[in-house]
Nanobody, 125 residues
Framework: SAQLVESGGGSVQAGGSLRLSCAAS????????MGWFRQAPGKEREGVAA???????YYVDSVKGRFTVSRDNAVDTLYLQMNSLKPEDTALYYC???????????????????WGQGTQVTVSS
């Protein structure tokens, strides 16, 4: 079965950078749709970024210009480069996968079947 393992979270000051990784196994990674989501305490899970098998990317407005999603199909790994981090980016970050997600629902958590355990990102002011 599909397995996803996130890493790269940590604590940084505002304005800093982090790169999250998501190691995938158990499925045909290069053919699947991948996404990054986050959930802050007391808030609903939010779609942050997504990338289709062909490379098309999607971002929530609040991270456009600061975050970059990418994938390396040679090593079955998804990345999220996060720059200019803000305190409001503090959350538990998850990667997710599914064989197909309609483009209009690329950042909708209900459209993803497989999830990792999450990695914590904390941004201090």
């Amino acid at each position: 079965s599909a397995q996803l393992v996130e890493s790269g979270g940590g604590s940084v000051q505002a304005g800093g950078s982090l790169r999250l990784s998501c190691a995938a196994s158990g499925f045909d990674f290069d053919a699947w749709h991948m996404g990054w989501f986050r959930q802050a305490p007391g808030k609903e899970r939010e779609g942050v970024a997504a990338i289709r098998s062909g490379g098309t990317t999607y971002y929530v407005d609040s991270v456009k210009g600061r975050f970059t999603v990418s994938r390396d199909n040679a090593v079955d790994t998804l990345y999220l480069q996060m720059n200019s981090l803000k305190p409001e980016d503090t959350a538990l970050y998850y990667c997710a996968a599914d064989v197909y997600v309609p483009p209009v629902r690329a950042l909708e958590s209900k459209d993803y079947k497989y999830w990792g355990q999450g990695t914590q990102v904390t941004v201090s002011s």
